[in-house]
């Protein structure tokens, strides 16, 4: 059976050019970028033209851009490298209550580890920042803000230009989890006033176990892996070359096709979220209605388990998800929907449709096909409607 893939938010196949790209960095052109002869300068050639690229996306300067093994390293290298920079002492964190366990996770160990005081700031019901929230946070000792552009489970974007303003009035170092926002939204770290941008190639379309970090010239922090001055000393370790060279070509790709895939996408969302809340009784949206990102619609099925409509769907031969797949084995409903407020009994109901490069129209037909079915039969059984 064909799969009908709408999970693009916790990963993505790699496009074929991305792939091509890479290829010859696996078998003829292998040698190591740090090495001074020509087969050597071939790898160090391409990291380079790859920085060029990912800096294209992001409006920075290739300087700027260090090459890491994903998002979550990214997240680790910026939250930590700042705390670490402002040792000895003890420092102040602000950061939302929606983000990815890769900072929360990262500032509760700084917490614990270090005696860093973490601020998380709570988000309205559609899942956004209070930018009065943020200034309100600010103290005398904050040494960094950290809110993610997107949010993977609901795909709000949070106002980052006003928080960075914020940031950057009392001279604090702004960080931002973009993972979900690059190839999808434009950003530009500039324009944006963004110090630290952390994101990842199997997001869009590249390979996994390969992302970037963006940090601002003059950007006060430390190196959290040493051993060598690969990564102009701020990454030690021998880079990735094949997955580097498919990092930038994902990222060159992504923002070729952006204005035409958001479009696209758009219509398809709507359709797929619009339709099962017209024909499905009891259905919720979760998340802004507009400040969102084209390709993520996550809407609740009350009196149902979402576990159980992945799984029936799954049987259909259609993949979905109820959230971030970094989260799949916790216990209980999602800390996101959460901290937007959302009663347990609905939270515990949320599917997120991921919609990406490759879905049709097609594929919507068919899931709209099969949810009402699903769903009443799910809700026939389930002792969630009978305790209703």
Known sequence: MDIIYM?????????????????????????????????????????????EQVACGLGSKPSEVVFTSGGSESDNAAIKGVAFAHLPGRGHIITSAIEHHAVLSTCEYLEKEFGFSVTYLPV???????????????????????????NNEVGTIQPLKEIADIAREHDITFHTDAVQAVGKIPVDVNALGIDLLSLSAHKLY??????????????????????????????AGTENVPGIVGLGKAVELAVDEMDRETARLSALRDRLQNTLLSEIPDVVLNGHREKRIAITANLSFLFVEGDSIVLSLDMGGIAVSTGSACTTDAAGPSHVLAAMGIEPNVAQGSVRFGLGRYTSEADVDRVLALMPGIVERLRRISPLRNRA
């Open 7 to 51: 999970d693009y938010n916790a990963t993505t196949p790699a496009d074929p050019q991305v792939v091509e790209a890479m290829l010859p960095y696996f078998t003829e052109r292998f040698g190591n970028p740090s090495s001074p002869y020509g087969l050597a300068q071939e790898s160090r050639a391409a990291i380079e033209r790859a920085r």
């Open 124 to 150: 309205d019901a559609d899942g956004l920042v209070d930018v009065g929230d943020v200034r309100q946070a600010v103290r005398g000792d904050t040494c960094l803000i950290t809110v993610m552009h997107v």
């Open 206 to 235: 590249g390979p996994k176990g390969v992302g970037a970090l963006y940090v601002r010239a003059g950007t006060r922090m430390h190196p959290i892996a040493h051993g060598g001055s690969h990564e102009r000393g701020m990454r």
